[in-house]
């Protein structure tokens, strides 16, 4: 399980994953917040719809791609929660959207 260093006091902010209610805090990226809530699986594979979740957290991989807000291909490592998002796994390839 991903562990918080400390606690540091900063507002919680609420945002869903797959329909599912989860809190962050204010400055946390969305991967961020994922790990802490224990999810681990952000998207699956195109070809062989396999599992995958976060690599490296620096934007380099694109292991942790999500849809966020209806927009699919974003990076949950490079993205930080706003109040209200709603996130869902990526499944296979999307369609970029311009």
Known sequence: MFKRAEETGAPALSFTF??????????????????AAD??????????DTPRGPFCLMGVCFDCLVEI????????????VEEGMQVRRQSGSAEVIS
């Open 69 to 80: 807000d209806g927009v699919p291909n974003r990076q949950a490592c490079m993205v930080q």
């Open 39 to 48: 999810e681990r699986i952000f998207r699956t594979t195109p070809v062989t």
């Open 18 to 35: 797959e329909g599912k209610p989860l809190k962050a805090r204010n400055g946390d990226t969305i991967a961020a917040a994922l790990l």
